[in-house]
């Protein structure tokens, strides 16, 4: 789990120090100003990208160009190159083997591309909302906070950025709340059910089609696993390639989709599915450590379910094409493995320690991330005007600020993981957004919480309600995760696209944006 959010500093020191925690934004605890340093490294990794694919991008031109030669020559032209190749044995014979060996390396490094047919986001029944007052007096009639620590957590819900109609799992409703291994394992049946049944519906998928399954939960591992959780549910075929992975924070759906990408490189004519998801019931925390008790106040019942697909025949009714996936890992840094950690308090009980350098560590797995992303996906002019300027700056030793580029020139739309108001708030000022560029993350983080993994697609769907998807657009999906990583998944539309049917902003879109209390 990951949090970012918002709370005003307590009168007690420890209060103080913990509020800083991803909440309030102070100073030396915000993202870093990306007008600052920029490492060399990152970009020239970005560069890798691209020229790994240096043999394609040539090739393509080449044959484009035969063919538009060969479709002006006229019969007299043919005839009189016929005559001349005849005489020139040697030449064909060179000229055949350099297409074939081209067309054969093109062929076999060219990557498959990989459709998101459709997706489907779950939405919790309305019993299980929980309004901001009904929150903290349940949180109140538990007993096991002090009053310290509810005040805390009124605080940071006042600043979260969240509405009054998350969700949170059935056994927190009870007081005292019954979180158990059986009540964790129908949370987690709820959701990845609930969005499943919806996805297979609306895309006429058939079990027996899935060649690939991808499930994604930090938190919640239980055995058998989630992933075999859904093979038995809906019967899948019995050499399936599954795959469940934990641990990995709200960057790990963006982890799943790559995963995914590279087993649909490998095997042909298939549909992978892809499940991210978090479990809140047995994830809840009962003590009164604050930089524990922020998660709590934070995150809410989630999850996704999206098909993914190899298959040419799909290209037409697909929504997206994957385009990109780039991840950064700043695991080796022991602070920023740390700053997301899962422990137990003096007291014995578990919970999710946030470390007061989070904000710090995310700017700075962010600014690798996108320093790395550049390169692919900016236009030449942005791209030349960064050059330029870090150029001069390496040369001459000066005090002069690289130049930013505009991501607004290489991407349409925005989905900025929603683990809080400070990380959107922050990610808007440093990468020069415009209040519509983040309002669908503003608003799936008021409408639904921090869901983890399954938030940027939440916002996606926030998008396609809003009916702002346009043939050829581009999105970017951007999510941080323990460890600590920063992800991102780029995807063009291939069509027009309408929101699904049962979408969960369905019968509320019209409502939004609605303005959040700073």
């Not at 158990?180 to 129908?186: G, L, T």
């Not at 450590?289 to 989630?302: D, E, S, T, W």
């Not at 990610?427 to 983890?452: D, I, Y």
């Amino acid at each position: 789990m990951e949090a970012g959010g918002n709370a005003p500093a307590d009168t007690n020191p420890t209060a103080r120090t913990s509020a800083r925690v991803g909440v309030q934004i102070q100073q030396s605890r915000r993202l870093p100003d990306f007008l600052q340093s920029v490492n060399l490294k990152y970009v020239k990794l970005g560069y890798h990208y691209l020229i790994s694919h240096l043999l394609t991008l040539c090739l393509v031109p080449v044959m484009i160009i035969i063919l538009i030669e060969a479709s002006q020559m006229n019969p007299d032209d043919i005839r009189q190159l016929w005559l001349h190749l005849q005489y020139n044995l040697v030449f064909v014979i060179t000229c055949s083997a350099i297409l074939v060996f081209g067309s054969t390396v093109y062929i076999m490094t060219r990557p498959r591309p990989v459709y998101l047919v459709d997706y489907f986001c779950y939405r919790a029944p309305d019993e299980l909302k929980a309004p901001f007052e009904s929150f903290m007096e349940h949180s109140r009639l538990t007993g096991d906070f002090d009053e310290s620590s509810l005040q805390f957590q009124r605080k940071i819900l006042e600043r979260s950025g969240l509405g009054d109609e998350t969700y949170v799992p059935e056994a927190m409703h009870f007081v005292p709340p019954r979180p158990s291994m059986q009540a964790a394992r129908e949370e987690a049946e709820q959701v990845m059910f609930g969005a499943l049944d919806n996805l297979f519906a609306n895309t006429n998928v058939k079990a027996k089609d899935i060649g690939i399954l991808v499930v994604n939960c930090s938190l919640f591992n239980p055995t058998p696993s989630l992933s075999a959780m859904i093979v038995n549910k809906y019967k899948l075929r019995g050499n399936i390639r599954s795959f469940n992975l934990g641990g990995m924070g709200c960057s790990a759906g963006v982890i799943a989709v790559d995963l995914a990408k590279d087993l649909l490189q490998v095997h042909r004519n298939t549909y992978a599915v892809v499940v991210s998801t978090e479990n809140i019931t047995q994830n809840w925390y009962f003590g009164n450590k604050k930089a524990m008790l922020i998660p709590n106040c934070l995150f809410r019942v989630g999850g996704a379910a999206v098909l993914l697909s190899n298959k040419s025949v799909d290209r037409r009714r697909a929504k997206y094409r994957l385009v990109h996936v780039v991840r950064t890992h700043r695991g080796s840094d022991d602070k920023a493995f740390r700053c997301v950690y899962q422990e137990q308090d003096d007291a014995g009980k578990t919970g999710v320690t946030l470390s007061k350098d989070l904000m710090a560590i995310a700017g700075g797995a962010l600014k690798t991330n996108i320093t790395t992303l550049g390169p692919l996906v900016l236009p030449i002019s942005e791209q030349l005007l960064f050059f330029a300027t870090l150029v001069l700056k390496k040369l001459f030793q000066k005090n002069i600020k690289p130049y930013i580029p505009d991501f607004k020139l290489a991407f349409d739309h925005f989905c900025i993981h929603a683990g809080g108001r400070a990380v959107i708030d922050e990610l808007e000022k440093n990468l020069q957004l415009l209040p519509e560029h983040v309002e669908a993350s503003r608003m799936t983080l008021h409408r639904f919480g921090n869901t983890s993994s399954s938030s940027i697609w939440y916002e996606l769907a926030y998008t396609e309600a809003k009916g702002r998807i346009r043939r050829g657009q581009r999105i970017w999906q951007i999510a941080f995760g323990s460890g600590f990583k920063c992800n991102s998944a780029v995807w063009q539309a291939l069509r027009h696209v309408k929101p699904a049917p049962n979408g969960p902003w369905e019968d509320c879109i019209d409502r939004y944006p609605v303005k959040v209390v700073q």
